[in-house]
C-alpha cells in the first residue's frame, strides 16, 4: 500500500499535511503523536473508511481512495482488518462468532467451515478454552485478542490498529504487542497507532505525528 | 450472505435485546389475536348463518292474521300477489296444532334425563308446507293417505326449549333416529280455563309408528315438533273441537306465506302490509328473522378491526421510535459491520430479518392463540350450549389471517423503515471514533 502526498483538511482545519508513506509487507508500523495530531485520520484513510482531500492511496499500484462506496467496502473486507481500543465486540455473539463476522460475507469462503476457521484463530490467540464465552465473560486483554481475531479472520495483507492497548494493563499490553508483532512476521503489515512507548521496541518503523505532518522518528530502535 | 448466519445474527440480537423485541410483540400479538378472533368469530357465525339459518323456513316466514269474516278476501289477495311475484314460494293456512304428552317418554330418554317431565311438542300436519320432504334425514316421507305414523325430529329436546330463546346447559337431546319403528302412544287433551289458567280437561291418546326422522337443526329449531299425516290431524282436532266448549275455536284465520330467499323477505313484507292496510284488524309478522346474529356479525367485524387497526397504529408508532433508539444503540454494532466490508444490502439483510423473524413469530402465535381460542370456543360450547349452536363451526377466517399479516407486515416496515435508513447512512469512521475529554 502506498500513501502519496495525502492531505486531509476539515474546512480550514488540515488534519492531514502532504503525507507520503509506503507500506512495505511483514512490517510493523507505530505512528506516535499527540491528540488531535490526526492519527485516527490517516489511519481511516489507509483503512478506506475515510477519503482524503487531495492525494491518492494506492493499494497493488491501482488508485483505490476514488472507488465506490462498495468497492471499497470488498477492499477492506479482503485485504484490511481493524483493531479499536475498545475492541467493539458484538455483545451478543460468542467468541468465535464475533470471530465469524468478517467471514460470513466473504464468498471466498462459501463452502468452507468458517465456525472451524473461527475456533482455529481464536485457538492459536491462545484462546481454546474461550470460544463460546461471551464478550461480557472475557477480560480485557481477551477481548482485545478476540478483536485481533476478527480483524484477522479473512487473512488479510493489512492490520490497522487504533491504540489497541490503550485500555489494557501493562502484562496484557505485552501480551498483544508479541501476538501482533508475530503477525507482522508472517508477511503482513502492522500499522499500530498509539501514545504508549511500551510500543517502541516491537516496531520496525516509527513516526510521529504533529499538527498533520508525518515525520520518520526513527527505525530499527 | 449464506441464510445459516443471517439466521445466526439475527437469533443472537434478537436475544440480546429481547425486552424491548417482547414489549413491542406483545402490543402487535394483541392486536393481531384481536382481528383474527373477532374476524374468525363473524366468519364462522356468518357460514352458519348461511349454512343453517337462511335455508330454514322459520326466516323465511311471514304471517298474516286476520279476523276469520275477511278470510275471502285476504287469500284471494294473497293468491294474487304471490302470482305476480315470485319471490313468494307458497302460502298456507297454519292449520290448528296442538299440544301432545308421549306416555312412556322415561323409555326413550337418555340418561340423566330429567323423567318427572313428560315430553311435550308440537305437532304439524304434512301437508303445513313448513317442513317438506327436503328435510328428511332419515327413514322415509308420509305416502298419501297413510294413517298413524309421524315423522320426528332428528334430535329433540323434551320440554320445548327453544335453542334460540334460552341457553339452558342442562338438556339432553333424544336421538329420533333411534326411534325409527318404534311405536309411541301420545296423548292430547281438551282444555278448560279455570279462572284466569287454562287446565286439561280430557285426555284422548293416539299411536303412530316413527317412520322417519327430519332435519329439525335445518329448519331452525329444537323442540319435539311431530309431523303427522293430515287426515290424523284433523281426526284430532276435530275431537278436541267437539269436547271443548269455545276455546279452541279460533276467530282468527292465519296465514304462513313461505318467501324464496331471506333477502327477499322485506320486499314482501311490504307488499303484505299494503294488502293489510286494506283489511280491518290484519296484521303482518315476520315469524323469524337473522336479526340479533347478523347484527351481533357485523358489529364483531367491525369492532374487532377498529380496535385491531387502531392498536396497529400505535404500535407502529411505538415500534418506530425504540427501533430509532435501538439502531442508535448499535452504531458500534453496525460500525464494525461497515469497516470489515459489509455492504448495505447485507445491513438490511441483518436487520430487516430481525423484524421479520418477530414479526413472524408474532403473527404465528397470534395464530396459534387465536386459533386456540376458537378450538376452546367450539369445546365450551359442544359442552354447554344447545345443539343449534353447537352447529356453528368456529374458524379462523382466511381474509382476516391476511388482513393481519398485512397489517403485521406494514406496521414492521414503517415502524422500522427509520431505523433502518439511519442505520444506512452511518459511517464506520463516525461510528467508531472514540472522543477523548
Ligand atoms: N468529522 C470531523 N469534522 C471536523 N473535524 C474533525 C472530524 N474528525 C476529526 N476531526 C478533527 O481532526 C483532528 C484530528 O483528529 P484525529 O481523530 O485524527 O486525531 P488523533 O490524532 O487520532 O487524536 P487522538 O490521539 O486523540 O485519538 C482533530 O482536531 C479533530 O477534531
Ligand atoms: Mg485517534
Redesign the interface.
Known amino acids: 500500500m502506498e500513501l502519496q502526498r495525502i492531505t486531509k483538511k476539515y474546512g480550514d482545519i488540515v488534519v492531514n499535511k502532504d503525507i507520503s508513506l509506503n507500506l512495505e509487507m511483514g512490517k510493523f508500523y507505530v505512528i506516535r503523536g499527540h ?1 488531535g495530531a490526526g492519527k ?1 485520520t490517516l489511519l ?1 484513510i489507509m ?1 478506506l ?2 477519503v482524503p482531500t487531495q492525494g491518492k492511496v494506492l493499494l497493488d499500484n491501482q488508485e483505490v481512495n476514488k472507488l465506490p462506496e ?1 468497492d471499497k ?6 485485504n484490511i ?2 483493531i ?3 475492541f ?1 465486540l ?4 460468542k467468541a468465535y ?1 464475533n470471530v ?3 467471514m ?2 466473504n464468498p471466498s469462503l ?1 463452502k468452507t467451515d ?1 465456525k472451524a476457521k473461527s475456533c482455529g484463530i481464536l485457538d492459536e490467540l491462545g484462546l481454546g478454552q474461550r470460544v463460546h464465552h461471551y464478550p461480557g465473560e472475557l477480560s480485557g486483554g481477551e477481548k482485545q485478542r478476540v478483536a485481533i481475531g ?1 480483524a484477522l ?2 487473512d488479510p495483507r493489512y492490520l490497522l490498529a ?2 489497541p492497548t490503550g485500555n489494557l494493563d501493562r502484562k496484557n499490553e505485552v501480551k498483544i504487542l508479541e501476538i501482533l508483532k508475530n503477525i507482522a512476521e508472517r508477511e503482513k503489515t502492522v500499522v499500530v497507532v498509539t501514545h504508549s512507548e511500551g510500543v517502541l521496541e516491537y516496531a520496525d518503523h516509527v513516526y510521529m505525528m504533529d499538527e498533520g505532518s508525518l515525520m520518520s522518528y526513527g527505525t530499527e530502535i | ?2 441464510q445459516k ?2 439466521w ?2 439475527v437469533r ?2 434478537l ?3 429481547r425486552r424491548t423485541w417482547l414489549k413491542n410483540m406483545l402490543l402487535m400479538l394483541v392486536a393481531c389475536v384481536l382481528i383474527l378472533v373477532t374476524g374468525g368469530l363473524a366468519y364462522s357465525i356468518d357460514l352458519f348463518m348461511t349454512d343453517y339459518l337462511l335455508g330454514a323456513p322459520w326466516l323465511r316466514d311471514l304471517r298474516v292474521d286476520a279476523f276469520i269474516e275477511d278470510k275471502d278476501r285476504v287469500l284471494e289477495a294473497l293468491n294474487g300477489l304471490a302470482e305476480e311475484n315470485s319471490h313468494i314460494k307458497d302460502i298456507f293456512e297454519q292449520n290448528p296444532g296442538a299440544t301432545c304428552e308421549v306416555a312412556d317418554a322415561e323409555k326413550y330418554g337418555k340418561m340423566g334425563f330429567d323423567m318427572s317431565d313428560p315430553w311435550y311438542g308440537y305437532i304439524v300436519p304434512e301437508s303445513d308446507g313448513y317442513l317438506d320432504d327436503r328435510y328428511l334425514s332419515g327413514g322415509r316421507w308420509i305416502e298419501r293417505g297413510e294413517r298413524n305414523v309421524g315423522l320426528l325430529p332428528e334430535y329433540f329436546t323434551m320440554n320445548l326449549t327453544g335453542d334460540m330463546q334460552d341457553w339452558n346447559t342442562r338438556l339432553t337431546y333424544v336421538d329420533g333416529e333411534k326411534l325409527i319403528g318404534e311405536r309411541i302412544s301420545l296423548r292430547y287433551y281438551t282444555y278448560r280455563i279455570m279462572g284466569d289458567e287454562l287446565v286439561k280437561d280430557r285426555e284422548f291418546t293416539y299411536e303412530f309408528d316413527v317412520i322417519g326422522t327430519y332435519h329439525n337443526l335445518k329448519a331452525g329449531q329444537d323442540s319435539g315438533t311431530v309431523i303427522f299425516p293430515d287426515d290424523d290431524i284433523r281426526e284430532m282436532t276435530e275431537n278436541v273441537e267437539r269436547n271443548t266448549e269455545g276455546i279452541t275455536k279460533d276467530l282468527g284465520v292465519h296465514y304462513h306465506v313461505m318467501v324464496d330467499a331471506v333477502e327477499n323477505m322485506e320486499s314482501v313484507k311490504q307488499q303484505l302490509l299494503e294488502i293489510a292496510r286494506d283489511i280491518s284488524n290484519a296484521r303482518v309478522t315476520p315469524v323469524g328473522g337473522p336479526g340479533s346474529l347478523e347484527i351481533l356479525s357485523d358489529l364483531l367485524k367491525s369492532v374487532g378491526i377498529v380496535i385491531g387497526i387502531a392498536l396497529f397504529v400505535i404500535e407502529g408508532l411505538i415500534l418506530a421510535t425504540t427501533f430509532y433508539h435501538q439502531i442508535h444503540d448499535r452504531t ?2 453496525i ?10 444490502h ?1 445491513i438490511i439483510s441483518i436487520v430487516s430479518g430481525e423484524i421479520m423473524a418477530a414479526g413472524i413469530i408474532t403473527f404465528a402465535l397470534s395464530v396459534m392463540i387465536s386459533g386456540g381460542f376458537m378450538l376452546c370456543l367450539s369445546m365450551i360450547l359442544k359442552w354447554k350450549a344447545t345443539l343449534l349452536l353447537t352447529q356453528i363451526q368456529f374458524a379462523l377466517s382466511g381474509s382476516h389471517l391476511l388482513l393481519g399479516l398485512v397489517l403485521s407486515a406494514t406496521v414492521m416496515v414503517l415502524g422500522s423503515a427509520g431505523g433502518l435508513i439511519q442505520a444506512l447512512r452511518l ?3 463516525e461510528a ?3 472522543r ?1 475529554k
Open positions: 491528540s485516527t481511516n483503512g473508511l475515510d462498495r467496502a470488498d477492499m477492506r473486507m479482503k482488518g481493524f479499536f481500543q475498545e467493539y458484538n455483545e451478543a455473539l462468532e465469524m463476522i468478517p460470513i460475507i462459501h468458517i476478527r479472520a479473512n487504533d491504540e | 450472505m449464506e448466519y443471517r445466526l445474527l443472537r440480537n436475544r440480546a435485546k458500534k454494532e460500525g464494525v459491520y461497515k469497516a470489515v466490508g459489509y455492504r448495505n447485507h459511517e464506520a469512521k467508531l471514533v472514540v477523548r
